[in-house]
């Protein structure tokens, strides 16, 4: 079945560490999204890439790196200069198809300890 | 100034009642789209209903839709006959078709279905 996968699904980082989530899709889309999600809140963008080899920062990239070699994955690593970085992280692609919207992964929690 | 406005940051239902969660935008791209997603407690993003701003009629899938009133760019979701599983939070989001496909999410409103 087609879908997107996120790992690992909790991820503890200690200080000063860079940590990479994964995430993998095999539904052919071309555009790919990472969203951090803090307890209470809503969704906030992080990097988006529309097509391979390129990205753009969305509203809070500082302290995140993203690399798009391949259509099918989107990592993103979270730095160390990312001061806050507990949270749950949100991988989505889309097409161009409007009706589809976004497809999500099931997310990784990341805490710091 | 916050693109999705969602005033509710929780609501109670009683079961098999209906419900409306509100949702305002901000855009002036005149091509867009709106979005409900449910997120229940594991996480999971679900898709419930979309609204392109074309769309004469409003959006139905199911016990959800959307009362979409665009000159006051209100796109409300209204879920008939609530279950106990309908408990979640629930985001708007917005897609403004200029700005390279990003979705836009609200700060979501928090549903409790009441026995």
């Known amino acids: 079945d087609g879908g997107i996968t996120q790992s690992p699904k909790y991820l503890f980082r200690k200080e000063g560490q860079n940590v990479t989530l994964s995430c993998e899709q095999n539904?052919?889309?071309?555009?790919m999204y990472w969203y951090r999600q803090d307890p209470g809140q809503g969704l906030r963008l992080i990097y988006y890439?529309?097509?391979?080899?390129?990205?753009q920062k969305g509203d809070i990239a500082e302290g995140y790196s993203v690399s798009r070699e391949k259509k099918e994955s989107f990592p993103l690593t979270v730095t160390s200069a990312q001061k806050n970085p507990t949270a749950f992280y949100l991988c989505a692609s889309s097409t161009d198809r409007q009706l589809m919207g976004y497809t999500f992964g099931s997310g990784t929690r990341l805490t710091v300890v | 100034a916050q693109k999705i406005t969602q005033t509710q940051p929780g609501m109670f239902v009683q079961e098999k009642e209906a419900v409306t969660l509100d949702c305002t935008y901000d855009?002036?791209?005149?091509?867009?789209?709106l979005f409900w997603y449910k997120q229940p407690s594991s996480g999971e993003m679900i898709f419930l209903i979309y609204q392109g701003s074309y769309d004469q009629q409003n959006a139905t899938e199911g016990r959800y839709s959307l009362n979409f009133q665009k000159a006051r760019k209100s796109a409300n979701l209204v879920i008939s006959a609530s279950q106990l599983g309908d408990s979640a939070m629930y985001f708007c989001?917005?897609?403004?078709?200029?700005?390279?496909?990003?979705?836009?999410f609200g700060q979501g409103t928090e549903l409790s279905v009441k026995p």
């Open positions: 539904l052919n889309h071309d555009a």
């Open positions: 890439s529309q097509i391979v080899n390129d990205f």
């Open positions: 989001a917005m897609r403004e078709d200029n700005q390279g496909g990003k979705l836009i």
């Open positions: 855009t002036s791209d005149p091509s867009y789209g």
